[in-house]
């Protein structure tokens, strides 16, 4: 699962929602600090109903918590161990990211044909998936052909046509993904255009 835990997304106070329902600047709800999730660690000390604790931006939610109100909707001593005012009420979940809400375990990341983009890499790194199979881009050889087609730097001649296709799918090709290499131009002649 990713996230493996419940986190807080803010930094502020893991609360019970119910806790703070009708919160307002006017009548804010007063709720006791019981202490501060460590980063990087687990958290196991409970909130329970009347109960905030200090969380910050990644920290694991605590058990009981189910909301977190952001720091900036508190008054009163910021830390932990201490009374705070909560003045803005929150929903359950608000600014919580649950376990498995990015990613579930056992679900399909990428299917086969993706291509990688720097986002995948990080979700990947996110999962621990270090290494993934690849296939090679496709090579694509380009080869003009005709009496009338001359290189497009030079100027042409009556009947004459500048290579223009050649340039517009090496363009394309290489818009899809694959790399290009351009043979040049062939005269209309079999045994020629074998040859190149």
């Known amino acids: 699962d990713l996230p493996q835990f419940a986190r807080s997304v803010v930094d502020g106070y893991a609360v019970q929602a119910q806790d703070t329902h009708g919160a307002s600047p006017g009548l804010p709800s007063l709720l006791r600090v019981v202490g501060e999730a460590p980063m990087g660690r687990a958290v196991t000390q409970p909130v329970s109903q009347g109960q905030a604790m200090l969380v910050h931006t990644g920290s694991m939610l605590p058990p009981g918590a189910d909301a977190v109100v952001m720091v900036e909707h508190i008054q009163g001593i910021v830390g932990a161990h201490a009374e705070i005012e909560i003045m803005r009420a929150v929903a359950n979940d608000e600014n919580v990211l649950h376990r498995g809400e990015d990613v579930k375990r ?44 001359i290189p497009a730097e030079q100027n042409p001649l009556p009947g004459q046509v500048r290579d223009v296709n050649s340039h517009a799918l090496a363009a394309l090709i290489q818009q899809a993904g694959a790399s290009v290499t351009n043979y040049g131009i062939s005269p209309d002649d079999a045994s020629a255009l074998q040859a190149m």
Request: glycine share 18%; proline share 7%; hydrophobic share 40%.
């Open 106 to 149: 056992g679900q399909t990341v990428l299917t086969a044909g993706h291509r990688i983009r720097p986002q995948d890499i990080g979700g990947l790194m996110a999962l621990g998936i270090a290494t993934i199979g690849v296939v090679r881009p496709p090579r694509v050889g380009i080869v003009s052909s005709g009496d009338e087609v």
